[in-house]
Protein backbone atom coordinates (compact mmCIF):
# COMPACT_ATOMS: atom_id res chain seq x y z
CA UNK A 1 0.00 0.00 0.00
CA UNK A 2 1.28 3.03 -0.81
CA UNK A 3 0.68 5.91 2.29
CA UNK A 4 -0.02 9.36 0.79
CA UNK A 5 0.87 12.44 3.08
CA UNK A 6 -3.03 12.94 3.47
CA UNK A 7 -4.55 13.88 6.98
CA UNK A 8 -8.16 14.39 7.41
CA UNK A 9 -9.02 17.95 7.39
CA UNK A 10 -11.73 17.58 10.49
CA UNK A 11 -11.69 21.71 10.63
CA UNK A 12 -13.54 21.55 6.90
CA UNK A 13 -16.50 20.06 8.35
CA UNK A 14 -19.18 22.31 9.15
CA UNK A 15 -20.33 21.34 12.58
CA UNK A 16 -24.15 21.75 12.00
CA UNK A 17 -23.69 19.50 9.00
CA UNK A 18 -26.24 16.35 9.35
CA UNK A 19 -23.50 14.05 8.48
CA UNK A 20 -25.45 10.86 7.92
CA UNK A 21 -27.42 12.83 5.50
CA UNK A 22 -24.75 14.25 3.45
CA UNK A 23 -23.06 10.38 3.28
CA UNK A 24 -26.17 8.89 2.05
CA UNK A 25 -26.15 12.06 -0.86
CA UNK A 26 -22.65 11.38 -1.55
CA UNK A 27 -22.91 7.74 -1.70
CA UNK A 28 -25.50 8.05 -3.93
CA UNK A 29 -23.95 10.61 -6.08
CA UNK A 30 -20.10 9.47 -6.46
CA UNK A 31 -22.36 5.18 -6.70
CA UNK A 32 -19.91 4.35 -3.56
CA UNK A 33 -20.43 1.39 -1.55
CA UNK A 34 -19.63 1.39 1.90
CA UNK A 35 -18.00 -1.54 3.52
CA UNK A 36 -17.84 -1.67 7.45
CA UNK A 37 -16.08 -4.69 9.65
CA UNK A 38 -17.84 -5.68 13.30
CA UNK A 39 -15.12 -3.41 14.86
CA UNK A 40 -16.16 -0.32 13.68
CA UNK A 41 -18.07 2.50 16.00
CA UNK A 42 -21.70 2.05 16.18
CA UNK A 43 -22.64 5.14 14.08
CA UNK A 44 -20.01 3.49 11.20
CA UNK A 45 -21.82 0.28 10.84
CA UNK A 46 -25.30 1.80 10.83
CA UNK A 47 -24.15 3.90 7.83
CA UNK A 48 -22.87 1.13 5.90
CA UNK A 49 -24.19 -0.66 2.90
CA UNK A 50 -22.35 -4.21 4.47
CA UNK A 51 -21.04 -4.90 7.74
CA UNK A 52 -19.00 -7.97 8.04
CA UNK A 53 -15.73 -10.38 9.05
CA UNK A 54 -12.49 -10.11 6.75
CA UNK A 55 -14.03 -13.23 4.97
CA UNK A 56 -17.26 -11.52 4.37
CA UNK A 57 -15.90 -8.30 3.24
CA UNK A 58 -13.52 -9.91 0.69
CA UNK A 59 -16.05 -11.26 -0.96
CA UNK A 60 -18.18 -8.17 -0.79
CA UNK A 61 -15.53 -6.31 -2.15
CA UNK A 62 -15.22 -8.71 -5.20
CA UNK A 63 -18.93 -8.80 -5.81
CA UNK A 64 -19.00 -5.05 -5.44
CA UNK A 65 -19.32 -3.38 -9.06
CA UNK A 66 -19.57 0.38 -7.79
CA UNK A 67 -17.55 2.95 -8.89
CA UNK A 68 -16.18 3.79 -5.20
CA UNK A 69 -15.41 1.78 -2.33
CA UNK A 70 -15.44 3.12 0.98
CA UNK A 71 -13.99 0.68 3.02
CA UNK A 72 -14.57 1.18 7.06
CA UNK A 73 -11.80 -1.21 8.66
CA UNK A 74 -8.04 -0.90 8.36
CA UNK A 75 -5.70 -0.51 5.80
CA UNK A 76 -5.13 -4.26 4.79
CA UNK A 77 -8.82 -4.41 4.60
CA UNK A 78 -9.23 -1.46 1.73
CA UNK A 79 -5.99 -3.18 0.01
CA UNK A 80 -7.62 -6.21 -0.22
CA UNK A 81 -10.46 -4.52 -1.49
CA UNK A 82 -8.54 -2.89 -4.20
CA UNK A 83 -6.63 -6.17 -5.33
CA UNK A 84 -9.99 -8.04 -5.69
CA UNK A 85 -11.44 -4.30 -7.63
CA UNK A 86 -8.18 -2.72 -9.72
CA UNK A 87 -10.94 -0.63 -11.42
CA UNK A 88 -12.72 1.11 -8.41
CA UNK A 89 -11.28 3.82 -6.52
CA UNK A 90 -11.10 2.54 -3.21
CA UNK A 91 -10.92 4.87 -0.26
CA UNK A 92 -10.23 4.64 3.72
CA UNK A 93 -11.40 7.02 5.78
CA UNK A 94 -8.34 7.41 8.02
CA UNK A 95 -4.93 6.26 6.42
CA UNK A 96 -3.58 5.40 9.89
CA UNK A 97 -5.79 2.80 10.70
CA UNK A 98 -3.15 0.33 10.66
CA UNK A 99 -3.20 -2.99 11.91
CA UNK A 100 -0.65 -4.29 15.05
CA UNK A 101 -0.52 -7.75 13.30
CA UNK A 102 0.11 -6.26 9.73
CA UNK A 103 2.45 -4.20 11.15
CA UNK A 104 4.73 -6.88 12.42
CA UNK A 105 5.09 -8.58 9.25
CA UNK A 106 6.90 -6.15 7.10
CA UNK A 107 6.95 -8.30 3.36
CA UNK A 108 10.75 -7.14 3.35
CA UNK A 109 11.12 -9.16 6.11
CA UNK A 110 8.68 -11.89 6.14
CA UNK A 111 10.61 -12.28 2.56
CA UNK A 112 13.92 -13.21 4.69
CA UNK A 113 12.06 -15.19 6.99
CA UNK A 114 11.28 -17.09 4.81
CA UNK A 115 14.21 -18.62 3.43
CA UNK A 116 14.70 -20.67 6.54
CA UNK A 117 11.89 -22.84 4.89
CA UNK A 118 11.68 -24.19 1.51
CA UNK A 119 9.55 -26.17 -0.24
CA UNK A 120 6.98 -24.80 2.36
CA UNK A 121 3.39 -24.22 1.38
CA UNK A 122 2.83 -20.37 2.52
CA UNK A 123 -0.87 -19.41 3.97
CA UNK A 124 -1.19 -15.99 5.08
CA UNK A 125 -3.90 -14.58 7.24
CA UNK A 126 -5.99 -12.45 5.45
CA UNK A 127 -4.67 -9.66 8.41
CA UNK A 128 -1.31 -9.00 6.18
CA UNK A 129 -0.01 -6.25 3.56
CA UNK A 130 -0.35 -6.71 -0.26
CA UNK A 131 3.48 -7.42 -0.26
CA UNK A 132 3.17 -10.18 2.33
CA UNK A 133 -0.26 -11.56 0.30
CA UNK A 134 2.60 -11.25 -2.41
CA UNK A 135 4.58 -13.73 -1.34
CA UNK A 136 1.82 -16.23 -0.14
CA UNK A 137 0.29 -19.06 -1.55
CA UNK A 138 -2.67 -18.85 -0.63
CA UNK A 139 -4.78 -17.11 2.02
CA UNK A 140 -7.35 -17.74 4.72
CA UNK A 141 -9.19 -16.01 7.15
CA UNK A 142 -10.20 -16.90 10.49
CA UNK A 143 -13.25 -18.21 9.13
CA UNK A 144 -11.58 -20.44 6.67
CA UNK A 145 -8.52 -20.96 8.06
CA UNK A 146 -8.73 -24.94 9.18
CA UNK A 147 -10.44 -25.60 5.14
CA UNK A 148 -7.67 -23.67 3.70
CA UNK A 149 -4.66 -25.50 5.79
CA UNK A 150 -6.73 -28.94 5.29
CA UNK A 151 -6.78 -28.14 1.33
CA UNK A 152 -2.73 -28.47 1.62
CA UNK A 153 -1.56 -31.96 0.60
CA UNK A 154 -0.68 -34.07 4.09
CA UNK A 155 2.75 -34.52 2.67
CA UNK A 156 3.15 -30.87 1.92
CA UNK A 157 4.67 -28.51 4.75
CA UNK A 158 3.23 -25.51 5.78
CA UNK A 159 4.52 -21.83 6.93
CA UNK A 160 1.46 -19.99 8.58
CA UNK A 161 1.89 -16.18 8.65
CA UNK A 162 1.43 -13.92 10.48
CA UNK A 163 -0.98 -14.81 13.35
CA UNK A 164 1.00 -17.22 16.09
CA UNK A 165 -2.05 -17.56 18.28
CA UNK A 166 -4.60 -18.11 15.06
CA UNK A 167 -1.61 -21.14 13.60
CA UNK A 168 -1.45 -22.57 16.88
CA UNK A 169 -5.46 -23.39 16.97
CA UNK A 170 -5.29 -23.89 13.27
CA UNK A 171 -2.85 -26.29 14.00
CA UNK A 172 -4.59 -28.64 16.89
CA UNK A 173 -7.73 -28.08 15.33
CA UNK A 174 -6.36 -29.98 11.97
CA UNK A 175 -3.43 -31.81 13.63
CA UNK A 176 -0.58 -30.27 11.13
CA UNK A 177 2.47 -28.97 12.17
CA UNK A 178 3.05 -25.95 10.63
CA UNK A 179 6.30 -22.95 11.39
CA UNK A 180 4.50 -20.14 12.75
CA UNK A 181 5.63 -16.53 12.03
CA UNK A 182 6.04 -15.12 15.30
CA UNK A 183 3.29 -12.09 14.91
CA UNK A 184 0.32 -11.38 16.86
CA UNK A 185 -2.66 -9.12 17.29
CA UNK A 186 -2.30 -6.24 20.50
CA UNK A 187 -6.05 -6.58 21.87
CA UNK A 188 -6.38 -10.29 21.27
CA UNK A 189 -2.61 -11.13 22.94
CA UNK A 190 -3.88 -8.94 26.13
CA UNK A 191 -6.38 -11.31 27.06
CA UNK A 192 -5.43 -13.71 29.68
CA UNK A 193 -6.39 -16.74 31.88
CA UNK A 194 -6.64 -14.25 34.77
CA UNK A 195 -8.79 -12.34 33.24
CA UNK A 196 -11.19 -14.97 32.54
CA UNK A 197 -10.91 -16.72 35.73
CA UNK A 198 -11.86 -13.90 37.10
CA UNK A 199 -14.77 -13.24 35.39
CA UNK A 200 -15.73 -16.58 35.93
CA UNK A 201 -16.09 -15.64 39.07
CA UNK A 202 -18.21 -13.06 38.68
CA UNK A 203 -20.57 -15.06 35.92
CA UNK A 204 -19.90 -18.18 36.91
CA UNK A 205 -23.02 -19.04 34.55
CA UNK A 206 -21.57 -17.02 31.54
CA UNK A 207 -20.19 -18.54 28.12
CA UNK A 208 -16.78 -17.98 26.77
CA UNK A 209 -16.72 -17.07 23.59
CA UNK A 210 -13.46 -15.96 21.77
CA UNK A 211 -11.42 -15.52 18.43
CA UNK A 212 -8.87 -17.46 17.56
CA UNK A 213 -6.43 -14.67 17.32
CA UNK A 214 -6.05 -15.49 21.26
CA UNK A 215 -3.62 -17.33 22.55
CA UNK A 216 -4.60 -20.74 23.19
CA UNK A 217 -4.65 -20.69 26.86
CA UNK A 218 -7.97 -18.65 26.35
CA UNK A 219 -8.94 -20.44 23.17
CA UNK A 220 -9.04 -24.09 25.31
CA UNK A 221 -10.97 -23.49 27.88
CA UNK A 222 -13.60 -21.55 25.65
CA UNK A 223 -17.30 -22.39 24.98
CA UNK A 224 -17.34 -21.33 21.27
CA UNK A 225 -13.76 -20.13 19.29
CA UNK A 226 -14.44 -18.72 16.07
CA UNK A 227 -14.33 -15.94 13.39
CA UNK A 228 -16.52 -12.68 14.61
CA UNK A 229 -19.28 -13.35 11.73
CA UNK A 230 -19.13 -17.19 13.32
CA UNK A 231 -19.44 -15.70 17.22
CA UNK A 232 -22.42 -14.18 15.87
CA UNK A 233 -24.32 -17.33 14.73
CA UNK A 234 -23.30 -18.89 17.61
CA UNK A 235 -24.49 -16.68 20.32
CA UNK A 236 -28.11 -15.97 17.92
CA UNK A 237 -28.28 -19.77 18.30
CA UNK A 238 -27.90 -20.53 21.81
CA UNK A 239 -30.03 -20.49 24.67
CA UNK A 240 -27.45 -19.35 27.40
CA UNK A 241 -28.16 -15.16 28.55
CA UNK A 242 -24.62 -14.55 29.57
CA UNK A 243 -21.37 -14.40 27.37
CA UNK A 244 -17.63 -13.40 27.83
CA UNK A 245 -16.54 -11.81 24.70
CA UNK A 246 -12.72 -12.53 24.18
CA UNK A 247 -12.71 -9.99 20.88
CA UNK A 248 -12.46 -6.20 19.83
CA UNK A 249 -15.69 -4.69 22.00
CA UNK A 250 -16.95 -3.43 18.75
CA UNK A 251 -18.81 -6.58 17.96
CA UNK A 252 -21.04 -6.47 20.98
CA UNK A 253 -23.21 -3.96 18.80
CA UNK A 254 -24.38 -7.01 16.22
CA UNK A 255 -24.72 -9.26 19.04
CA UNK A 256 -27.28 -7.14 21.44
CA UNK A 257 -29.28 -6.66 18.06
CA UNK A 258 -29.34 -10.15 17.89
CA UNK A 259 -30.02 -11.10 21.15
CA UNK A 260 -31.77 -7.79 23.13
CA UNK A 261 -32.64 -10.67 26.25
CA UNK A 262 -28.86 -11.22 26.96
CA UNK A 263 -26.27 -9.63 28.85
CA UNK A 264 -22.35 -9.64 26.73
CA UNK A 265 -19.48 -8.53 28.65
CA UNK A 266 -16.30 -7.87 27.09
CA UNK A 267 -12.87 -9.51 28.53
CA UNK A 268 -10.91 -6.43 30.10
CA UNK A 269 -7.38 -6.66 28.92
CA UNK A 270 -4.26 -6.73 31.19
CA UNK A 271 -3.38 -3.30 30.21
CA UNK A 272 -6.57 -1.74 31.54
CA UNK A 273 -10.16 -1.26 31.04
CA UNK A 274 -9.68 0.32 27.35
CA UNK A 275 -6.74 -2.08 26.48
CA UNK A 276 -9.71 -4.55 24.50
CA UNK A 277 -10.13 -1.70 22.36
CA UNK A 278 -8.54 -1.37 18.57
CA UNK A 279 -6.98 2.38 18.53
CA UNK A 280 -6.80 1.50 14.47
CA UNK A 281 -10.36 0.65 13.92
CA UNK A 282 -11.67 3.22 16.01
CA UNK A 283 -9.47 5.80 13.69
CA UNK A 284 -12.77 5.89 11.24
CA UNK A 285 -15.48 8.41 12.36
CA UNK A 286 -18.57 10.21 10.70
CA UNK A 287 -16.39 12.78 10.17
CA UNK A 288 -13.65 11.16 8.52
CA UNK A 289 -16.08 9.27 6.38
CA UNK A 290 -18.01 12.13 5.07
CA UNK A 291 -14.45 13.81 3.91
CA UNK A 292 -13.14 10.68 2.28
CA UNK A 293 -16.39 10.51 0.18
CA UNK A 294 -16.29 14.01 -0.42
CA UNK A 295 -12.79 14.43 -1.14
CA UNK A 296 -12.10 11.03 -2.68
CA UNK A 297 -9.13 10.70 -0.67
CA UNK A 298 -7.28 9.11 1.11
CA UNK A 299 -7.10 6.76 -1.37
CA UNK A 300 -5.42 3.06 -1.24
CA UNK A 301 -2.97 2.99 -4.52
CA UNK A 302 -1.23 -0.15 -5.26
CA UNK A 303 1.65 -0.93 -8.16
CA UNK A 304 0.20 -3.02 -10.87
CA UNK A 305 2.39 -5.73 -10.42
CA UNK A 306 2.36 -6.19 -6.90
CA UNK A 307 -1.21 -6.40 -7.35
CA UNK A 308 -1.48 -8.68 -9.60
CA UNK A 309 0.92 -11.08 -7.34
CA UNK A 310 -1.28 -10.30 -4.33
CA UNK A 311 -4.52 -11.49 -6.58
CA UNK A 312 -3.39 -15.27 -7.15
CA UNK A 313 -2.91 -16.12 -3.69
CA UNK A 314 -5.97 -14.29 -2.88
CA UNK A 315 -7.95 -15.65 -6.01
CA UNK A 316 -6.73 -19.41 -4.34
CA UNK A 317 -8.66 -18.62 -1.63
CA UNK A 318 -11.85 -17.66 -2.71
CA UNK A 319 -11.97 -21.11 -5.41
CA UNK A 320 -12.04 -23.17 -2.63
CA UNK A 321 -15.24 -21.41 -1.01
Known amino acids: MELLPHRPDLDSV ?48 RKAKADVILFCGVHFMAETAKILNPNSIVVLPDMDAGCS ?18 DHVVISYINCSAGVKA ?33 HW ?38 LIVHPECDISISAKADFVGSTAAMLNFIAKDTGKTFLIGTEPGIIYQMKKLRPDAEFLPIPADS ?35 RQRALKPMEAMLLLR
Not at 23 to 33: G, S, V, Y
Request: charge should be negative; aromatic fraction near 6%.
Open 101 to 118: LADRCHAEIFREWLKDYP
Open 14 to 61: DPDLDLSAEIKRLRAEKKAIILAHYYQEPAVQDLADFVGDSLQLAIEA
Open 170 to 207: VSVQTGRGMALYPGFCIVHEQFTPRRVAAMKVQSPEAK
Open 135 to 167: LSDIICTSANAVSVVNSVPADKKIVFAPDRHLG
Open 272 to 306: GRNGSLCPYMKLNTLEKVYLALRDMKPEIVLDEAL
